[in-house]
């Protein structure tokens, strides 16, 4: 079983930063796949970024690429989504998955991942 806590989401305004943070507990090792999702309101959820838990490669969507770093802390168990220049259209709960995954680039699709955090709210204002 893997537990996974987000933390770090909050208010800011458009063209600032923030760091959200996922701590995992639980059996995870190199046959696991990270991943970053967020849902708007009204809208699907969308992949943000991923990474295999042993990875240095991360993947991120087109939205994303240029603004977010995805990083793993391996003493503490955590991978993190830093985001910069935020826009308004970043709004949204942002949640962390993990999930088992043959060799290779993490999947985009949130059924390839099993195990969900609870989400952080980041709200991006004008």
């Known amino acids: 079983q893997v537990r996974l806590v987000e933390s770090g989401g909050g208010l800011v305004q458009a063209g600032g930063s923030l760091r959200l943070s996922c701590a995992a507990s639980?059996?995870?090792?190199?046959?696991?796949?990270m991943g970053w999702f967020r849902q708007a309101p009204g809208k699907e959820r969308e992949f943000v970024s991923g990474?295999?838990?042993?990875?240095?490669?991360?993947y991120y969507s087109d939205s994303a690429k240029g603004r977010f770093t995805m990083s793993r802390d391996n003493a503490k168990n955590t991978v993190y989504l830093q985001m910069s220049s935020l826009k308004l259209e970043d709004t949204a709960v942002y949640y962390c998955?993990?999930?088992?995954?043959?060799?290779?680039?993490?999947?985009?699709?949130?059924?390839?991942?099993?195990?969900w955090g609870q989400g952080t709210q980041v709200t991006v204002s004008a």
């Open positions: 998955a993990a999930g088992s995954r043959p060799p290779g680039p993490p999947g985009r699709n949130g059924y390839d991942y099993e195990y």
């Open positions: 639980g059996r995870i090792d190199s046959g696991y796949v």
């Open positions: 990474r295999r838990w042993s990875g240095y490669t991360s």
